[in-house]
C-alpha cells in the first residue's frame, strides 16, 4: 500500500517545514497543494527530500467549466502550469477539478457539461503530450459542483483517455454506495472521512465511512496508486496513517 499525505494539513507552514513534516512520518509520498501562497516551488528543496510528488492544481478563483471565456482560459493556463511542474518534478499525477456551476445559471447544466468536457479534453491532450498524468477528480454533494456522480465522470473520462482521482469523503458526501465507488479509471486516491453531512476531512476512522470495506475492495482489484490522506492538520494525518497502519 502506498500512502501519502497532502500538503493541505501544512498549508500555513513552509515548504521545507511541511515536507519535513510528512518525511519524518515514514510517508513517501507527498501532494502539493499548487496554490496561493505556493505558487511556486523551490526545486532545490523539492530534490532534498526523500519523497515522490503528486500535484494538486489550482482550485480557487479557477473554474473549468465558466461560461466566460476569459475565466475559463486563465483556469486551463493555470491547471497546465501544474502539468509543467509535474513534468519537470516527474510526479506521478495531478489532480484536477472539474469545474463549479455559476449561481445565476444553474438552468443550464448541459451547457456547463459541455464546457467542462472541452477544457477536461484540452487538459487531457497536452497532459499527454507532456507524458503526465493528469486525473479528474469526482466532487461532493455542493450544488456548486459538477461531477458528483461518478458514473457520468467515467464515462468522460474514458472517452478522453483519462484517469480519474477517486475521493472518498465526496462519494460519501454524494450518497454514493461503497458498492458502486471502483472504477478502472481511478488511478490516484484522497482519503478522508466525514459523517455524510458534510465535506469535514475528518482523520481516518473519526467519520462513518466505510473505508475498511472500500479499502478492501480496492487492494482485491490489485489498484497500484497512492492513498493519499487528505485532512486538515497535522494531527489528522498522524491519526490517519494509525488507522491505515492498523486495518492494513
Same mark, same amino acid.
Given at each position: 500500500?502506498?500512502? !501519502? ?23 513517501? #509520498? ?5 496554490q496561493y501562497p505556493h505558487e511556486k516551488f523551490d526545486l532545490d528543496i523539492l530534490?532534498?527530500?526523500?519523497? @515522490? ?13 465558466? *461560461?466566460?471565456?476569459?475565466? @475559463? ?16 518534478? /516527474? ?7 472539474? !469545474?463549479?456551476?455559476?449561481?445565476? *445559471?444553474? /438552468? ?7 464546457i467542462a468536457d472541452n477544457s477536461i479534453k484540452e487538459l487531457g491532450e497536452y ?19 459538477? #461531477?458528483?456522480?461518478?458514473? @457520468?465522470?467515467?464515462?468522460? *473520462? ?23 465507488? #471502483? ?15 458534510? /465535506? ?12 475498511? @470495506? ?10 497500484? !496508486?497512492? #492513498? ?15 488507522? *491505515?497502519?492498523?486495518?492494513?
Amino acid at each position: 500500500m502506498k500512502i !501519502g499525505a497532502s500538503t493541505l494539513a501544512t498549508f500555513n507552514d513552509t515548504l521545507e517545514d511541511s515536507l519535513e513534516f510528512i518525511e519524518s512520518l515514514g510517508i513517501k #509520498y507527498s501532494e502539493l497543494l499548487h496554490q496561493y501562497p505556493h505558487e511556486k516551488f523551490d526545486l532545490d528543496i523539492l530534490n532534498s527530500f526523500n519523497l @515522490r510528488y503528486t500535484i494538486h492544481a489550482p482550485f480557487i478563483d479557477v473554474n473549468i467549466a465558466s *461560461l466566460s471565456t476569459k475565466s @475559463r482560459l486563465s483556469s486551463i493556463e493555470q491547471i497546465k502550469d501544474s502539468i509543467k511542474l509535474a513534468n519537470e518534478i /516527474d510526479a506521478s499525477a495531478v489532480v484536477v477539478h472539474p !469545474g463549479l456551476v455559476p449561481f445565476l *445559471l444553474k /438552468d443550464q447544466p448541459d451547457k456547463i457539461y459541455e464546457i467542462a468536457d472541452n477544457s477536461i479534453k484540452e487538459l487531457g491532450e497536452y497532459s499527454h503530450d507532456l507524458g503526465v498524468n493528469t486525473t479528474i477528480e469526482n466532487m461532493p454533494a455542493f450544488e456548486s459542483m459538477i #461531477y458528483q456522480d461518478m458514473n @457520468r465522470l467515467n464515462e468522460t *473520462l474514458e472517452k478522453f483517455d483519462m484517469a480519474m482521482t477517486f475521493d472518498i469523503g465526496h462519494a460519501h458526501h454524494s450518497g454514493i454506495s461503497p458498492d458502486n465507488m #471502483y472504477f478502472d479509471s481511478i488511478k490516484h486516491i484522497h482519503a478522508h472521512d466525514n459523517f455524510g453531512d458534510d /465535506d469535514t476531512h475528518l482523520p481516518l476512522g473519526e467519520g462513518n465511512i466505510e473505508l475498511k @470495506r472500500i479499502i478492501d475492495e480496492f487492494e482485491k482489484k490489485n489498484y497500484d !496508486g497512492i #492513498y493519499m490522506i487528505e485532512v486538515n492538520d497535522k494531527d489528522s494525518i498522524k491519526k490517519s496513517l494509525e488507522f *491505515l497502519k492498523t486495518n492494513f
